[in-house]
Structures are given as C-alpha cells and as structure tokens.
C-alpha cells in the first residue's frame, strides 16, 4: 500500500502507536468535530508572508489516538527553528522548520523532512514529496482563507495543502501548523492551546552581524516615536561584481537574497523579499521626517531604479503601495522626495523620447495603517527646467 507523508512527520508517531481504526477528536458534548469553511481571502496577505512557528509560544497539540505533546524552542536563528517536542511517556524528539524564498520545509533533526508550503503563495501551486522514487504524494494550495478556528483561538490568514488522497493541513502565517484532518473528514491532530513561552530563547536574540545589512537609530515613525530598524538577511550571497554595469561598477560589494526588516530587533510581517543590494551605493536610506521613510532601491538600468518604500505605524512596520495596491515604485536616482507627512513625489527621467524630460508623480498616503495610497497629480518637467523645479524639495531628503 502506497504510504503517506503527513503534515509533519512526527504524526507518523501519535497514529503509528494508536490502534488501527480512526479516531476522530471529539468536544466535551462528544460529537463529531466538524470544519469550519471560512471566507476566502484575498491573496495579498499572503505575499511575501513566514509561515514559521512565534518562537515566543509553547505550543501544545492533541491527536486523535488521545496523545497530548507539548513544544517549546530550543533555537531560532530567523529562517531557522528548532523545537523540543515532548511526547509525554513516548519520550521527546526534536523538529526543525527552515524557511527559504522557496517555501517551508519540516522534518525532524538528524532524520528525514518534507516541503510542508512551497512559496510564492498561490492557490493551484503544487508539488511533490518522494520518500523513495516510487512513493511519491503530490501537494497543492487549495484554498486560501481569511481566519480558522481551532481550540487554540481563531487564527488569520490560513493557507490550505491538499495531498492527493484528500487529507488536508492548515497553516497560519506566523503561527505554523494549526490542523491536519484525512480523507475522511477526522480530526487527526489540532493545536489545542498557545501560550506565553518564558523561554530564554524565545526572546529577542542578537543579531548575526554577519546577516545585519542596515541597521539605523532615531527612525521616527507617524508620530515622531523613534526606533532601531535593521534590514537582516534572512538567506543571501554577498560577491564582489567582476564587471562594470548600470547597477555596479567592478569591484563593488552586492548581496542578493532575502530580507526582513526589524523594529526594535523584533521581526516585521511585512518584508522586503527577493532583493540585490549594491553596498558601495545607497541601495538602502532614510529619509523625510515623522514618518521617515525606509526607501530600498536596486537598479534596473542606467537610468532607472526600483524601490519599495515603508514607515513605522503604530509600531508595525508598513509597505507603502501604489494606487492599485501593488509594492514597489520606479524612479530614476534619488528622486524620492517627502515633501509632508503623507505625501511624496517620485520622478523618473524619460530619454526614450526626442524631447527629454522627467515625468513626476505626487502621491498621498490615504490610510497610515495599510500604506494605501493615491496617485493626486502627474505632469512632465522639462530637462532644462529640472533644476528649478527639483532643487526646493530637494530639502526633504
């Protein structure tokens, strides 16, 4: 009989020692459990979201054979975790969780894994675990959802992998595994509670230096608070560029990977991602005043860069969108300018054209809490009038 990978592997232990029929978890009113079918959500959420477990709980499962095991951490290094999970008289075991821009791998220290998520989050993405060429279980992202209930409490933005018998795990983002329920409907294991952890480990840890590629004092946020922000390496490369081109010259230092930002040393949902950081130019600046803005900038040619631009908001790390609600903004330079609280100018020097120009564009934040914005005036400036028209907002940089 063709064998299954289960959420995690360490399910292959509560149900190998329960009895050979199913056991479905049941309330205290002893009736069947049955699943919530939330709202879809909206795939924005998802973009660029961690799905690893708050190294700040100790988690506690139940399953369905009446095992209870109880995990805590034991090392978070950011895109890698390892928990102590105790099994009760079973004994204990240790499971590791790495994250990459290439999804979520689970598996257990010292023995096998899986690809329990593959990223970009996409209903329809699919995948296949093999634990020998010929026991294959191909995966797929079938819904997405905007909560789940479980005993634990209701949790938001909830990925849904479907195998291919049926069986079916939700995961949270920034929470982790929270339900996986078979074919048939039966609760196999859930999170039963989340709690405060006390452990040394799970508070905030210091920083690899090596990982560390900003790191600025006296950030204000929407209401002149100021913090530390970092931009760490969740996984990058770091070279010397062997030639001269419009995003380098050779010789310069670049580091391509994956960010996060921090507030405070505490990791940020909103992310910066898939990124290339030209460490001898200012690929990363603060600008403006209350909010300062965060501006990350990689060039895309000789004459133009792209940025993602964000603030502090009510001590969350927000992304700065345009007017449609996509990330990023193009600009040539270091044309960005806050020129108030919550708007700003971006421009973009056109020479595609027989007149040369620079085409600008104002923009107003319209809600601090999403980062939404408004396009509120578009015109074009002459080559020979720039100066004049750049140098009294050049002052808010």
Not at 14 to 30: D, G, K, S, Y
Not at 145 to 155: E, H, M, N, V, W
Not at 369 to 385: P, R
Request: glycine share 8%.
């Amino acid at each position: 009989m063709k064998r299954r990978l289960f959420p995690l592997l360490l399910i292959l232990v509560m149900v190998l020692t329960a009895c050979n029929n199913q056991v479905t978890i049941q309330n205290t009113a002893e009736k069947k459990q049955t699943v919530e079918k939330p709202k879809v959500k909206e795939t924005d959420p998802f973009n660029e979201a961690s799905f690893l477990r708050d190294p700040s709980k100790t988690y506690t499962y139940e399953y369905g054979n009446g095992y209870v095991s109880t995990e805590t951490i034991e090392k978070d290094n950011g895109s890698e975790q390892i928990w102590n999970m105790d099994l009760g008289e079973s004994g204990t075991q240790q499971n590791i969780y790495q994250e990459s821009n290439e999804g979520l791998f689970v598996g257990i220290v010292d023995s096998e894994g899986y690809t329990a998520i593959v990223y970009p989050i996409k209903i329809g993405a699919s995948w296949e675990v093999c634990t020998d060429p010929e026991d294959c279980t191909n995966y797929k992202i079938a819904e997405l959802l905007d909560s789940y209930q479980t005993p634990a409490g209701k949790f938001g933005h909830v990925v849904v992998i479907e195998a291919d018998d049926g069986g079916r795990t939700y995961y949270a983002k920034n929470i982790g595994l929270l339900v996986y329920i078979d074919k048939n409907g039966a609760v196999i294991s859930q999170l039963k509670s989340l709690q405060e952890s006390g452990n040394a480990a799970a508070q905030p840890s210091k920083i690899d230096p090596t990982k560390e590629v900003y790191n600025w004092d006296n950030v204000k946020d929407t209401n002149g608070k100021r913090a530390n922000v970092k931009i760490v390496a969740e996984q990058d490369k770091t070279y010397l560029s062997d030639m001269s081109w419009a995003g380098a010259q050779e010789g310069d230092t670049i580091r391509e990977g994956r960010y996060k930002l921090l507030i405070n040393d505490i990791p940020q949902d909103v992310k910066i991602g898939d990124w290339v950081f030209n460490m001898n130019k200012n690929s990363g600046e603060v600008i403006g005043d209350a909010p300062n803005l965060i501006v990350v900038n990689q060039t895309e040619s000789s004459n133009s860069y792209s940025s993602k631009i964000f603030y502090i908001h009510d001590g969350k790390m927000v992304e700065v969108k345009n007017s449609d609600g996509t990330s990023g903004f193009s600009h040539s330079g270091d044309h960005v300018y806050p020129i108030s609280k919550d708007t700003f100018i971006i421009s973009w020097y056109n020479n595609a054209d027989v007149e040369t120009y620079y085409e600008v564009f104002t923009y107003k934040i319209v809600d601090f809490a999403s980062g939404k914005t408004n396009l509120i005036k578009e015109e074009q400036v002459s080559l020979d009038k720039s100066e004049a028209f750049f140098a009294p907002i050049k002052k808010y940089r």
